[in-house]
């Protein structure tokens, strides 16, 4: 069936029919339910190449993905974005155009995006504090949203975060208030802007009870299963080890308490363990009981409220930069526990 046909069926012209199903306003509510109601009795699908012609439109999202051991949007996290947002992108017959690209590219890449049409608006993952590729979408006029903050950018421009200053000061609070003293920060790359808004909570909770920060059990790195290992048996045999260990990624705590239980010890009773958590499909944070203390806000929506941000930019229905900040919500689950008595 094409549109021909679908006309001929309905006794009006093309033109009328194309602009029902493509939304114009000048076409009559009454007459436009009519049309859909054929259309999907008859299993028309349109020509999604005709539309972009007609339109201007490709109702294609663009994500680009940098390649390489430092970039954290590599890890599976970006999965269960991409489950959030393709939901959306579904409901509004939106795709997704999927670039995988080095860094020396990227730029090249986005402007390939606009100079040939082949997306409506990207969204940008991973922002480092003063990220250079804001400004550049700004430039090439791109509709974009960004998935974070960029704190070293001044302009304004939509954006979706969660509070992590806040998520981290919460959680080393409650780790304090459990007695603890000798806190171990395990973060992701800290130009990265989560990772450094994280350590800023972590370190006001510190010095607002005058606990001196120490560098010796503070790390800034990938954060993979193997680095939380790494890690924590690094600290753990220092003279003086903490007694609790906050780390940026559920990914990574995992390596934490398999590290903790090969020194010997038991998590929650010698050594608590708080992670952030994303909510991940494929690796719950436990079933009924949560295997780890976890400060938690899900990805999954991330994307889905994020997608749906951009379209509303795309589609005009919104004015002037959007921001959404969600607070994490402080789960506690087995891996907290006092502060062990010192021998």
């Known amino acids: 069936m094409n549109l021909k046909g679908l006309s001929q069926i309905l006794g009006m012209s093309q033109t009328t029919v194309s602009r029902a199903l493509n939304g114009y306003p000048e076409v009559s509510e009454k007459t436009r339910k009519k049309i859909l109601a054929v259309a999907a009795e008859h299993n028309y699908s349109p020509n999604v190449r005709a539309k972009s012609l007609a339109t201007g439109r490709t109702n294609t999202i663009g994500h680009v993905i940098l390649t390489g051991d430092r970039h954290q949007m590599i890890n599976p996290i970006f999965g269960d974005f991409i489950a959030g947002a393709g939901e959306v992108y579904s409901a509004e017959n939106y795709e997704i155009a999927l670039s995988i690209v080095k860094e020396a590219d990227e730029e090249k890449t986005y402007r390939a995006l606009k100079t040939r049409g082949t997306v409506d608006g990207v969204v940008l993952h991973g922002p480092k504090m003063n990220d250079t590729r804001i400004g550049l979408l700004q430039e090439l006029g791109l509709p974009f949203v960004v998935h974070g903050r960029a704190s070293g950018i001044a302009s304004d421009y939509s954006w979706l975060d969660v509070n992590n200053t806040r998520a981290f ?62 890690a924590t048996q690094d600290v753990l045999s220092l003279p003086n080890p903490p007694t609790a260990i906050l780390t940026s990624s559920i990914i990574s705590a995992f390596g934490v308490r398999r590290a903790v ?83």
């Open 169 to 230: 000061q919460r959680a080393t609070e409650f780790l304090i208030d459990l007695g603890h003293r000798r806190i171990a920060l395990f973060n992701g790359f800290e130009g990265m802007d989560f990772a450094h808004r994280r350590r800023l909570g972590y370190e006001k909770a510190l010095q607002a009870q005058d606990i001196r920060l120490d560098p010796a059990i503070m790390r800034s790195e990938e954060m993979s299963d193997s680095n939380g290992y790494a």
């Open 261 to 343: 239980q090969d020194h010997g010890l038991e998590v929650g009773r010698d050594v608590s363990i708080i992670t952030y958590d994303d909510g991940l499909s494929y690796l719950a944070n436990g079933v009924d009981v949560p295997i780890f203390t976890a400060t938690r806000s899900s990805v999954r929506e991330a994307g889905q409220l994020l997608s749906q941000m951009l379209i509303d930019q795309i589609n005009g229905d919104v004015t002037g930069p959007q921001s959404k900040l969600l607070e994490a919500e402080l789960t506690v689950g087995q891996s907290t526990g006092p502060a062990p008595s010192p021998k």
